[in-house]
């Protein structure tokens, strides 16, 4: 997402407090786009479901989208990094023409191996065959995007990606309100997925324009995932290592089930996720200034590599590359700080708010500070990621995941005041590695550097 950091860069140059608001809401939109437009979408419905559905389906369909979106996350994971990879590779050859043939191959794996494992998991649920179709539709099509968003950041188009994650919103919303009247449940899922639809089909409309080929199929792309199985493993570590604890609390024993298989915590879901946004201010800033600050020094400091200028040439720009570093980590700091000290200081009137009950306040406030260090973990990990640390990050995931999911499961085995200990914990213990491998790979960067340069 740099290319695109930079496009928006260029509207805080204008000078207008306007222009730099809509390059923020850009920004904060493009970083956070499917997530937040579905936690909005699934609010927006739940204030009119007294009028479409009955309790028990808004549930359904409210747990159906929770389920497609982790579970799509998890799943695309495997892809999404080393088609990042590859992307980049083939753009710093030259070879723009690779896209959207890699776009395609991917596209055909996620479609052909994920529906029989979603219709598989789907049809374990006491839901209609329709009901059912139409979630294993919504799922490959979540994937679909989750693959998209990789492939569109090369256009640097953030207005497309903007309209059309809004665009898709409101007809998900007006779709789903509309067709539930005369078709009960499965109108709310068909009106919900029409509009995901539009968002995944807007997009790939976007990238043909950008990369027309002729070509549909890259036999090359798969060396990728021989040569860079970290990346694979990665993605799918790190993300089911943020919905961890989700499902151990949907398996908790004081969980509660709509229907079979479907569960939900009410206690824990409701903070975790309001939590959750209180970090989209800092995604938005990470895409806008610290990670196109970063990568400027970062792409000087190994040209004058490159370049076999002086030792102490390259060691000055290495200081200005720590320095940016440092920079951006208290910007982050100062500025998701003050918003989760604020949030936990107005947690009461923000739990009401949510019509979320008191006894909810306090998991809110540890799932605060948990989103807090959460946020400055995958900060690291993408810094991490720019020294090609593959194994490092792919450490620091599996600790996550670990610790996530045994912090969360000894939690579930004590008092409700205990909740979004686990959560917390583990993030704090993430970043304490992540960040100790990113220290010591700074302070010796040159001999990684150097050593890792071939012989002869």
């Known amino acids: 997402m740099a ?3 930079f496009e928006l860069r260029r509207i805080l140059g204008k000078g207008s407090y306007l222009d730099e608001l809509g390059a923020y809401l850009y920004a904060a939109l493009i970083s956070s786009g499917p997530w937040l437009m579905s936690i ?3 609010s927006v419905l739940g ?3 007294e009028r479409t559905l009955s309790n028990i389906d808004h549930e359904i369909f409210r747990s159906t989208i929770i389920y497609t979106y982790a579970f799509s996350l998890v799943y695309v994971g495997f892809f999404q990094l080393v088609a990042t990879r590859y992307l980049a590779d083939e753009f710093y050859l030259g070879n723009l023409e690779s896209s959207m043939r890699a776009f395609w191959t991917t596209s055909a794996v996620v479609l052909v191996t994920g529906t029989p494992l979603a219709a598989f998991a789907y049809w374990q649920f006491e839901i209609s065959a329709i009901y059912t179709l139409l979630a294993v539709m919504l799922f490959i099509v979540v994937c ?20 059309a994650f809004a665009a898709g919103t409101f007809i998900s919303i007006g779709g789903a309100l509309l067709l539930s009247r005369n078709l009960g449940a499965e109108g709310h899922m068909l009106g919900y997925l029409a509009g995901q639809a539009v968002i995944f089909f807007w997009l790939v409309a976007r990238l043909i324009a950008e990369f027309p080929t002729s070509s549909i199929w890259d036999a090359r792309l798969f060396t990728y995932f021989r040569k860079y199985w970290e990346l694979a493993l990665v993605g799918v570590i790190y993300n089911l290592a943020i919905w961890i604890d989700k499902i151990v609390f949907w398996l908790a024993p004081d969980a509660r089930t709509i229907v079979p298989h479907f569960r939900t915590h009410d206690f824990y879901e409701g903070p975790i996720f309001f939590a959750y ?9 990470f895409l806008m200034k610290v990670e196109t600050s970063f990568y400027d020094h970062y792409r000087l400091y190994y040209a004058k590599i490159m370049d076999n200028l002086p030792l102490g040439t390259i060691l ?10 440092h920079a951006s980590l208290r910007e982050i700091l100062i500025i998701q700080g003050a918003i989760t000290c604020l949030c936990i200081a107005f947690a009461p009137e923000i739990i009401a ?3 979320m009950t008191p006894i909810q306040i306090p998991i809110y406030r540890v799932a605060l500070v948990g989103a807090f260090l959460q946020v400055l973990l995958s900060v690291v990990i993408i810094i991490l990621f720019y020294f090609d640390l593959r194994r490092d990050v792919l450490i620091v995931s599996a600790l996550f995941l670990v610790t996530n999911g045994i912090f969360s499961w000894l939690s579930t085995r004590m008092d409700v005041a205990f909740y979004g200990y686990g959560y917390c914990y583990s993030c704090f213990t993430a970043l304490l590695a992540a960040y100790w491998i990113l220290d010591w790979n700074i302070r010796n960067l040159e001999y990684i550097t150097f050593a890792r340069q071939p012989i002869g």
């Open 316 to 325: 000055e720009e290495k200081d200005r590359l720590v320095e940016s570093l």
């Open 3 to 5: 290319g695109i950091g």
């Open 47 to 49: 204030l009119f479901r």
């Open 144 to 163: 679909l995007i989750w693959l998209a968003m990789i492939f569109i950041s090369a256009v640097k188009d953030y207005i497309h990606i903007v309209i």
């Open 353 to 355: 708010l949510a019509q």
């Open 277 to 285: 946004l209180t970090i989209v201010p800092t995604l938005a800033i």
């Open 40 to 42: 909005f979408t699934l």
